[in-house]
């Protein structure tokens, strides 16, 4: 019953920490993404700033930055996730070795 009990709270601490670390990558992409859409950049968009069309079309980059950001970020998050469930897998080859 104690091994549940950890399993249960290893579970929960991982998803808090995949959340988490989702959630800051997101924040860190999306700005990194919105920093080439500065006007006066070289990637920026040369447009009125008075027409209905580019408020349309700013709206419209914004939502895709957010939705690149948010792939991104999880994207990101599986990699981390893929790479310490591989140090896992040594750990415990390791261990078993050494009984």
């Given at each position: 019953?104690g091994k549940?009990?950890?399993?249960?709270?290893?579970?929960?601490?991982?998803?808090?920490?995949?959340?988490?670390l989702?959630?800051?990558?997101?924040?860190a992409?999306?700005?990194?993404l919105?920093?080439?859409?500065v006007?006066?950049?070289?990637?920026?968009?040369?447009?009125q700033?008075?027409?209905l069309?580019?408020?349309?079309t700013?709206?419209n980059?914004?939502e895709?930055?957010q939705?690149?950001a948010r792939?991104?970020?999880?994207?990101?998050?599986?990699m981390?996730?893929?790479?310490?469930?591989?140090?896992?897998?040594?750990i415990?080859l390791?261990?078993?070795k050494?009984?």
């Open positions: 019953q549940n009990i950890i399993r249960q709270i290893a579970n929960s601490l991982a998803t808090a920490t995949a959340a988490v989702a959630e800051n990558r997101y924040f992409v999306q700005s990194e919105s920093s080439t859409l006007p006066g950049s070289h990637n920026s968009i040369n447009c700033s008075d027409s069309s580019t408020i349309s700013l709206q980059l914004a895709i930055v939705q690149q792939i991104i970020s999880i994207q990101n998050m599986y981390i996730m893929a790479v310490l469930a591989l140090l896992t897998a040594v415990i390791i261990q078993s050494i009984r």
